[in-house]
């Protein structure tokens, strides 16, 4: 059996994207509350205040802040080992800067774990992903302002605190390297600078967004500082998201720039998180691209210090990269990249490659040795409700099966990977259009892209599916 005993079987979610609710409990507005819904080819806008006319998806998702029972029921019917959320921040402190959390945010949380916990679910839980108190952005513009460091320190102690009995695995921030492409300036940094409107073409200041990002590494790091003083028993991991190339020719140009968005995009921030430092082509990195940051000493123990105990990633394709100017453009969850010809894609252009799962895990391990785990991978696509309430998804059941069998090689070759949550295993809005057409769930949410729907849960066939893989730790793949 090539899956370790206790392999975390599961799925992942967020809150912004799942939970609704947005003005309930007294939770305050979040920056994901101001993004309105968009498609695959016209983009999200982010709006500055609420107006009229616009509709903000993630105001009410899918509803789990009123569902959650029954959707961590239906998880429980799964089998499932690990459910890896979110925490809003909003929730717990409305603005970021009272001195006294939320009661009504900590106690919808707690109700959420102690659900878990009667299905047997072990919770791995974000600090942070994808949103931030709407005032620091409004206030500080976001993680540009070091400020906010101390802001969300005060927000990770309370929360590892009161739950310090209740949750074992955490996660800092998702997708923190996010923060290297300008996209990442409004959902990952809180950044929003003047003139931003499209989500896809924010007015960007390289400068600020790798300060910002830095700003992130030293909470980050603080975070597990703070977490593994709280309760040693934690286990503190990052995530990272991994956006592998491959070089579309073996043309040493196109080898060269290979290894320059591995070092760029994949291993800046996974490096100064497991290793302490930043990695010695930080500095010729900055000096191309006139970065000049302010890091000082403390910054530099604080990194040393709170470096994390497993790597987490989120993993769903792979793109090219090539010096040539021809070739055909492909696209991606963050990144755009040039097209692989030995690769099929999804329809919304991502290209599905399992073997760059199984490439992926061995290049982490051999560069860390820690253990890994997999937070997010899966397949966004156009489900059907059928009028007897069945939906076949037989395109997500390969996708996840070609998956699993990479992992399963992974393992095999020695990587050490410690479980596997498959994104958006109930439909949720999705981060970069908004939509919940594009759905990821083994389970369906009866809702549409303006909100409009029952709210109802149907199984798909995935859902039966995976049942029988978590059952048998990976064994029946059939
Ligand atoms: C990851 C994010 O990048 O990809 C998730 O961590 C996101 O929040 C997921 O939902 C899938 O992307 P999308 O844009 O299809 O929702």
Known sequence: MPFPKGFLWGGATAANQIEGGYDECGKGLSIADMLTNGTHTSPRIISSETEEGLYYPNRIASDFYHHYEEDIKLMGEMG?????????????????????????????????????????????????????????????????????????????????????DDVKYWLTFNEINCGCLPLGNYMSLGIRNEGTRSFLSQV????????????????????????????????????????????????????????????EMQYYCGDVQVRGAYPYFAEKFWKDNGISLEITEEDRETLKKGTVDFYSFSYYQTNCVTTDKNAAVSAGNLLMGVKNPYLQANDWGWQIDPDGLRYTLN????????????????????????????????????????????????????????????????????????????????????????????????????????????????????
């Not at 839980?125 to 993680?143: A, I």
């Not at 603080?222 to 190339?245: K, L, Q, S, T, Y």
């Open 80 to 164: 499932y080992k690990a459910y890896r959320m979110s925490i809003g921040w909003s929730r717990i402190y409305p603005t970021g800067e009272e001195e006294q959390p939320n009661e009504g945010g900590l106690q919808f949380y707690k109700k959420v774990f102690a659900c878990l916990k009667k299905h047997g679910i072990e919770p791995v839980v974000t600090l942070s992903h994808y949103e931030m108190p709407l005032n620091l952005t409004n206030k500080y513009n976001g993680w540009a302002d070091r400020r906010v460091i101390e802001l969300f320190v005060k927000y990770a102690r309370t929360v590892f605190d009161y739950y310090k």
């Open 204 to 263: 960007d200041d390289v400068n600020k967004r790798y300060q910002a990002l830095h700003h992130q590494l030293v909470a980050s790091a603080r975070a597990v500082m703070e977490g593994h003083r709280i309760n040693p028993e934690f286990r503190i991991g990052n995530m990272i998201a991994m956006m592998p190339v491959y070089p579309l020719t073996c043309n040493p140009k196109d080898m060269l720039l290979f290894q320059k968005n591995w070092r």
């Open 363 to 478: 290049e982490l391990y051999s560069r860390y040795g820690i253990p890994l785990l997999i937070v997010e991978n899966g397949l966004g696509a156009k489900d059907v409700l059928e009028e007897d309430g069945t939906i076949h998804d037989p395109y997500r059941i390969e996708y996840l099966r070609s998956h699993i069998i990479a992992m399963e090689q992974a393992v095999e070759d020695g990587v050490d990977l410690f479980g596997y949550t498959w994104w958006g295993c109930i439909d949720l809005v999705s981060a970069s259009t908004g939509e919940m057409a594009k759905r990821y769930g083994f389970i369906y949410v009866d809702s549409d892209d303006k909100g409009n729907g029952t709210f109802k849960r149907y199984r798909k066939d995935s859902f039966y599916w995976y049942k029988k893989v978590i059952e048998s730790n990976g064994e029946n793949l059939d």
